[in-house]
């Protein structure tokens, strides 16, 4: 009589632990995008006032507009993927890598797909300080946060290139003082 637990092809065999968030690359990319296109400016159609009415109502009517750009963040794409930063992170450190069914038909990864996203991310911030648009030290304290920008100082413990000599002289000729 067959095992009717354990099914005929092992690989089908549930590894357990929790299931992952997303099927595949390709649909975690599908969701990534559709989160930066409703960042960008896009039209779409709004309800907007149209006036007042005769009898002091407002008259509302449907029109196209063009939406502002808003700024691309982390936890902006974390609650458009339903999840949490730490998700996230955990899915750019590659630990989901090898539970995938499948890869994106270009090979890439998980880690790869939430990589690009936060790089995306983290351009804008770039190009919205540099420009002006963004108030710099806000903006460069997310990017040592998030960017892994750092703060890095060079002390030359040289003399003009040269190894420095020791400032020490060594008295006694190397001979312990006796504590009697």
């Known amino acids: 009589m067959a095992d009717t637990q354990t099914p005929e092809n092992p690989e089908e065999k549930n590894k357990g632990g929790r299931p992952l ?5 390709a649909e975690l990319n599908a969701q990534i ?9 896009h039209s779409e159609m709004r309800r907007v006032e149209a006036g007042v009415k005769g009898d002091g109502s407002t008259n509302w009517t449907t029109r196209e507009v063009m939406t502002d750009q808003r700024p691309y963040t982390i936890m902006g794409l974390a609650y458009h993927l339903k999840t949490s930063r730490d998700t996230l992170l955990d899915y750019e450190s590659g630990m989901h890598d090898e ?5 994106d038909e270009t090979g890439e990864r998980f880690s790869d797909a939430i990589k ?6 983290n351009m804008q911030v770039e190009e919205r300080m540099l ?3 963004a108030p710099s030290t ?10 892994k920008w750092k703060d ?5 413990h040289t003399s003009g290139g040269e190894p420095m000599t020791a400032l020490v002289e060594f008295i006694g000729g190397g001979t312990k003082p006796s504590t009697d």
């Open 99 to 103: 539970k995938a069914d499948d890869f």
């Open 152 to 156: 890095q100082q060079q002390i030359d």
């Open 21 to 25: 968030k997303f099927e595949s690359v």
């Open 138 to 147: 806000p903006s460069i304290f997310w990017l040592k946060n998030n960017a």
């Open 33 to 41: 995008e559709s989160y930066f296109n409703k960042q960008d400016p």
């Open 131 to 133: 420009s002006g648009e």
């Open 116 to 121: 690009l996203a936060k790089a995306r991310i």
